[in-house]
């Protein structure tokens, strides 16, 4: 549809139209993939910052064992899973009921194997070799299981794909850090404690880039997933 200037100009005057014309090209720019492109790279350099910061946070050294027991990240998880992403809409019903799915397998993964790794208590007497390979095998084999649970529930390969593009660099990221911390003098502390919190910070930065970033995922996926179903919604 055609815009009237002239008719634009009777009811707003100039200054009206000239507002008007820049929210119609701010609006354009956000939907561009332009626009996307150079959110998720400044988004990228924003966890980056973050994740960085929550490793060099602290004012003292004296974390127990019950503050990684009752680390937030697993307060947040359970209000994700269980508030959060059932309310998540994206852009279409299919798309919606998929992306909810995933997102609450991701997470569920995260926490059972977190929550298992914390309870074992096993990372007390480790040296760093070992606390570093225990961290990363915790790491792979959660997204492993994730990425397993997606496909044999029947989310799409190229959701599953284009998901583990985007957290891979997360990821990346996430092991550097956590190689940083495990051989670093300063994270020391009794029974590695200092160490298994701050790699939990890691952790829940990453969740909530994730999360974040799903939408934005979603959009991105056009035409791979049209005419396929799941819980009754179909991909138009």
Known sequence: MGLDFNKLIEIYGVKGLILSLLIIIGSSLIKSQWF???WSKISDKLIEYFLKRKTTDYDVKHIHESDIINHDIFN??????????PTFQFSTEYRTVVFRKYLTIYLRCYKRELSDFVKSGEYKNMGQSTLW???????NHIVWNYEKECKEIGIPEVIITKMKLKNNESIQLTIDLINNISNSQFYESENNYL?????????????????????SICDSINGQLKGLSMDGKKEP
């Open 76 to 85: 947040y998880i359970d209000l994700w899973m269980y508030s959060k992403v």
């Open 195 to 215: 160490k298994v919190y701050s790699t939990l910070n890691i952790v829940l930065s990453v969740l909530e880039n994730t999360i974040s970033n799903s939408e």
């Open 36 to 38: 996307n492109s150079i």
């Open 133 to 139: 390979k225990s961290l990363l095998d915790m790491i």
